[in-house]
């Protein structure tokens, strides 16, 4: 449980915060987030503007990414309503100024459910153009959809089971008792279980790009390209350092966003004995690392549009049942249609070969 007392905070920290009192990094938080949430929208744009110019039509997982762009932009307000609370500002500025009231549960929600989105769109994907023809990974498919499923929900559960009584941390309440679960580890385990997906989700593709009937140098481009979710990793293993930070930190309002929010949504007293040097980096690195997974999910579908030489119809056909008659496939590689997802990934004209035996997953 949580549970911080007065004698944490010391004369020394109390100095520090009187000679920086005007320290502000709000700014930070805005121009950071700002720049990589229009990235994630201009990736999404780029994507439908690609299967436009291309006659593709949107499925599954172009909605899935669009829902998680709604979810963005969601994050994005309330990053920018922190920092009008108070995010950025050392806690004494903070309390007597009266900026930081209540920051709303819904960020840890939000953050949630759009990692959900991103990666489930990354997963529809997958199995739009590799197809359930491999059976290994078919049910490796299923069993990281089923994981990133279960651990959203979880998450979720435990927002608004974390403390107790749950008016407690909802209503920031004044005059009655409560307790909270670690909050910081609550955010840490989080972390890791997501890290974690992206890590799924980066090895899945790969025994089947490394079986394709290609060059060398051809499936190492390929295996780069699909390779990029390692972005969306790092985001998230920096975000868990930022995180661990907490533990040892006292003034977190100016460099540490999710631990900052825990409190919030616990008591107003506990701002008087937590250090705020610590907030905007977890808070930025929260949002970057949803906008980078959005923008990742994008560029396998959007690499033509900055492709000179790309034809507008595809260099890469797909099928989605391999095991038709090769008449059959020649007569469907032709067309755009629910069977068929066409991707331009530069001038590699990719087929399965079917003697190659089943990659292990």
């Not at 829902?67 to 932009?73: E, Q």
């Not at 998450?155 to 409560?178: N, S």
């Not at 460099?255 to 107003?268: E, R, T, V």
């Not at 930025?284 to 690392?289: A, D, F, I, T």
Request: charged share 15%; aromatic share 10%.
């Amino acid at each position: 449980m949580v549970s911080l007392s007065f004698s944490k905070i010391t004369i020394e920290e109390i100095n520090y915060q009187i000679l920086h009192y005007n320290e502000n990094r709000g700014h930070v938080v805005i121009v950071v987030t700002s720049i990589f949430f229009t990235l994630a929208l201009l990736s999404v744009v780029f994507r439908f503007v690609t299967k436009k110019l291309r006659g593709i039509k949107c499925h599954t997982e172009d909605v899935l990414i669009l829902f998680a762009l709604i979810l963005a932009i969601g994050l994005w307000a309330e990053a920018l309503l922190s920092v009008k609370f108070g995010a950025g500002k050392h806690s004494m500025r903070v309390v007597q100024e009266g900026g930081v009231d209540y920051i709303s549960k819904n960020l840890q929600i939000t953050y949630n459910v759009a990692h959900l989105s991103v990666k489930a769109s990354i997963l529809f994907f997958y199995k739009r153009i590799f197809t359930f023809v491999v059976i290994t990974f078919k049910r490796a498919w299923f069993a990281i959809f089923g994981y990133i499923i279960i651990t959203t929900l979880v998450g979720v559960i435990l927002v608004f089971t974390q403390c107790r009584p749950l008016r407690y941390a909802w209503d920031e309440p004044k005059g009655i008792e409560g307790e909270c679960i670690n909050l910081t580890a609550l955010e840490i385990s989080t972390g890791v279980l997501i890290a974690s997906a992206d890590l799924m989700l980066l090895v899945l593709p790969m025994p089947v790009l490394w079986s394709l009937r290609v060059s060398t140098k051809e499936k190492l481009l390929l295996c780069g390209l699909f390779a990029l979710g390692l972005l969306a990793l790092l985001a998230s293993i920096i975000r868990i350092t930022v995180l661990g930070q907490v533990v040892s930190s006292v003034d977190f309002t100016c460099k540490d966003f999710p631990a900052f929010l825990s409190i919030l949504l616990m008591h107003d007293k506990v701002l008087t004995q937590v250090n705020v040097d610590v907030m905007v980096n977890a808070l930025v690195w929260s949002l970057v690392e949803v906008n980078i997974g959005i923008i990742c999910a994008c560029i396998p579908t959007i690499k033509p549009l900055f492709n000179r030489n790309a034809k507008i119809q595809s260099t890469i056909a797909v099928d989605s049942d391999n095991s038709r008659t090769r008449s059959k496939t020649r007569s469907k590689r032709s067309e755009t249609d629910n069977d068929t997802l066409a991707i331009s990934l530069d001038e590699y004209p990719l087929t399965r070969n079917s003697s190659i035996p089943e990659p292990s997953i």
